[in-house]
């Protein structure tokens, strides 16, 4: 096939000033800020609580001296074993500017860090895929395009639905966003859909999907019911079972109640799940009459025991047969993020290279404050013991810990506990407030970059739409500043400026593009044009269906087969999580004791304004607030138990903690299901008082802070009970947009205040 390149300029909308301004906010310094304590007292010393103390501007040569003299310090003293290089990487779409791989690259030149392993999005589906089919395919890439399900699939059933906000997004760069397209092609061809979920609108109302709304949390339990049916009624693929899967047996006694007594049947599912034991009945018959293909979400594996229910939809799918065939078998994400579903890219874009970590230690992504605060504990992880380090000093550039994690009164403590936390921030928000040293960096208008997304064939040159202010600079460049104090700036930079690397960068793709046997311009074409799309020639093929074509291709599992039951994850003896797919009852969920206490279910999705909470403080995010604030989704049965109105500010609180929000009432979520959406800047009433009333409606004072299970450590947000109650009296006013307290630098003036010569 001859090689197919086409590139064009993008248009990018920006004000008439040529840049994008936020409203009401101000930049995380335009200058180092170092807290007042930490400057007058050094490490470990804190007059008041991080987040709660003011800040003093110092000069960059200063604030470069404390940055790599406390590098110097905790790595002579306590090794690099102390260090954490925190970054969730969201910072920047760029292939160069992107501040996990910029961070990584500066430790592992400056002998190495502590890292986390796994993602906040999937974590649990991380670690249980690869027993189970061998690898994250179906979860990250490689799915099933949406070639090969259009037309081919007769009943496409969404275990928490296909929400079109989040595949807007996508990690990278430019995406074709065609899941809206693709859904809407499959109703086209004659699909019908069925949206499993306890939110009727995570499934656009233009797909007619029928909705049936079980309780959150209880997915796996439903799809085991689904499995016993299929069996029970002799309706499952004992041809594919055979020859593809190892563990059926095992399976089987676990659904007939011959492991604990309990048959796992519609009944027994009803009584979890909230649905009609018919109804449930008629899904699994449905479902082995036609061609089903099986959709599934991210968010499913973020609850008390997560990996339970990918496992269970890979059985499911199994006992249909129609694995690796079009129209059949399953998918993880789909709708989860732009690009899954689309034909791989043709060219392997590049990235900056990180260097060997000398340290290898890690913790799961979500462990952090268990880290922070237990440090020598012993953990288990995918069948390990693990030693939690002893942190001594938190480097983190890229991402916001305050967003992501949960329980975030819990990690105010854990925050207290290192000597040192150093960090680059573009805004004022929780986590610049919560640092010891804070050093503007620029924004992804501010500089100039590569953009491309692993799962579309776009690369792109970013240009810069503004200069950043006087005095801010990239992580790269401030990275480099650091490096030079600590001797290593050659090695560091590689001896390339920022635009060398973007060459150099580009040079690599050329090279991968040509390995291919496909042309790319030369940069200076590229450069000036904006955009190079590399049409996929890969054959479009279901997933797994190379597999499915010649078993003897095998997986990368224990046994080459899918695995209904793992003897590798039984011999761990995880008490939450069992051999094979199981119901594993929740921590928190509507059907267990603490739902009389707290009755309603907390659901932390994605925002459709904003990419996590990047820009909250910005127009578009604040437009959709009212009177400041988050809104909260209930069912008017629920306001209406509660005595509460459309607009008025509630508490939604727990044992963790308490914040307000909105009232929003819709008939889209089922009775006893509230939703906030995740990204609202962290806002404590009273930073200096623990667990402090939060302002801004960040529902992760509220979700929980422990691992799916001790398998996959993965974190658990969708497992979380709460109560809304009126607030009564006069809301405080939300400060989660205006910095701290700024104070002279009292070194300025003798003991006598007068200002020193």
């Not at 059949?328 to 590049?350: H, L, T």
């Not at 809301?731 to 701290?740: E, F, H, I, S, T």
Request: one cysteine or more; hydrophobic letters at 40%.
């Amino acid at each position: 096939m001859a090689p197919f390149v086409r590139w064009r300029a993008i248009p990018i909308p920006f004000n008439s000033a040529g840049s994008f301004q936020p409203t009401g906010s101000r930049r995380a310094a335009s200058s180092n800020q170092v807290r007042r304590s930490f400057l007058e007292k050094g490490p470990g010393h804190r007059a008041g609580r991080r987040g709660a103390e003011a800040f003093i501007e110092v000069s960059w040569d200063e604030a470069l001296e404390l940055v790599a003299g406390e590098i110097r310090r905790v790595r002579d003293e306590h090794g690099n074993g102390a260090i954490f290089s925190g970054s969730y990487g969201w910072s920047s779409a760029g292939r160069f500017h992107h501040a996990q791989s910029q961070l990584k690259r500066f430790f592992n030149v400056n002998g190495g860090s502590v890292r986390s392993v796994q993602s906040y999005s999937y974590a649990a589906g991380e670690i249980i895929l690869p027993h189970v089919i061998g690898s994250t395919d179906g979860l990250i890439t490689g799915h099933s395009p949406w070639s090969q399900i259009v037309g081919h699939a007769d009943l496409i059933v969404m275990f928490g639905g296909t929400p079109l906000r989040n595949a807007q997004v996508n990690a990278g760069g430019v995406s074709r966003h065609e899941t809206r397209q693709g859904l809407l092609d499959c109703k086209e061809a004659g699909a019908h859909f069925i949206n499993v979920g306890p939110v009727r609108d995570d499934a656009a109302g233009e797909l007619d999907a029928q909705w049936m709304a079980l309780r959150p949390g209880t997915d796996a339990a439903l799809l085991l019911a689904i499995a016993h049916v299929l069996i029970q009624e002799d309706r499952y693929d004992a041809g594919f079972i055979g020859r593809y899967t190892v563990g059926f047996e095992t399976l089987r006694d676990y659904l007939f109640g011959n492991v604990d007594g309990v048959i796992k049947d519609v009944a027994w599912a009803a009584g979890i799940t909230g649905l009609e034991a018919q109804d449930i009945l008629t899904l699994a018959r449905t479902m082995a009459s036609r061609k089903t293909f099986i959709v599934m979400a991210w968010a499913l594996q973020r609850a008390d025991h997560g990996e339970q229910a990918y496992w269970a939809a890979i059985a499911v799918a199994s006992l249909l047969g129609r694995i690796g065939l079009p129209g059949g078998g399953f998918g993880f994400g789909y709708a989860s993020v732009s690009g899954i579903g689309q034909p791989a890219p043709a060219v392997k874009w590049p990235s900056l290279p990180q260097g060997q970590n000398a340290i290898s230690d890690y913790i799961p992504v979500a462990r952090i404050a268990d880290m922070l605060l237990s440090p020598g504990a012993e953990y288990d992880h995918d069948g390990k013991k693990r030693i939690y380090p002893d942190i001594r000093l938190i480097y983190w550039a890229g991402g916001n810990p305050f967003h992501h994690h949960q329980d975030l009164n819990r990690l105010v403590e854990a925050w207290q506990k290192p000597e040192t936390i150093i960090v680059h921030e573009h805004w004022w928000n929780a986590h610049a407030r919560h640092a010891d040293i804070v050093l503007p960096a620029s924004t992804f208008l501010e500089r100039d970059d590569l953009v491309a997304s692993g799962r579309d064939g776009f690369l792109g040159y970013s240009t810069r739409t503004t200069a950043p202010p006087a005095d801010v600079f990239s992580d790269h460049e401030i990275l480099r500043r650091v490096a030079a104090k600590l001797g290593t700036e050659a090695a560091f930079t590689g001896g390339w400026s920022e635009s060398e690397w973007l060459e150099k960068l580009y040079a690599d793709a050329q090279a991968n593009a040509a390995s291919g046997d496909i042309s790319l311009p030369d940069f200076s074409t590229f450069r000036n044009v904006g955009l190079v799309e590399v049409e996929s020639q890969n054959a479009d093929k279901p997933f797994l269906a190379a597999f499915r074509a010649d078993p003897a291709h095998p997986l990368h599992t224990l046994s080459g087969l899918i695995e209904l039951s793992s003897e590798l994850i039984a011999g761990f003896d995880y008490v939450d999580c069992p051999g094979h797919p199981a119901w594993v009852e929740p921590v928190e969920w509507l059907g267990g004791k603490l739902a009389a206490l707290y009755p309603l279910h907390l659901l932390s999705c994605q925002p459709h304004d904003k990419l996590h909470s990047q820009w909250d403080h910005a127009a578009p995010s604040r437009r959709t607030k009212s009177g400041g604030r988050q809104p909260v989704r209930i069912h008017p049965d629920d306001a209406a138990a509660r005595g509460l109105a459309q607009g008025e500010v509630v508490t939604i609180s727990n044992a963790r903690g308490a914040c307000l929000a909105v009232v929003a009432i819709t008939d889209a979520v089922t009775p006893g299901v509230v939703q906030l959406a995740t990204g609202a800047w962290f806002d404590p009433a009273d930073p200096s008082t623990p667990g402090s009333l939060e302002l801004n409606g960040n529902p992760n004072v509220l979700t929980p802070d422990h691992g799916t299970s001790r398998l996959t450590q993965g974190p658990s947000p969708n497992s979380c009970l709460v109560e809304i109650s009126r607030f009564i009296g006069t809301p405080p006013q939300v400060r989660a947009y205006r910095p701290p307290d700024l104070v002279p630098d009292p070194r300025l003036n003798d003991a006598h205040g007068k200002e020193c010569p």
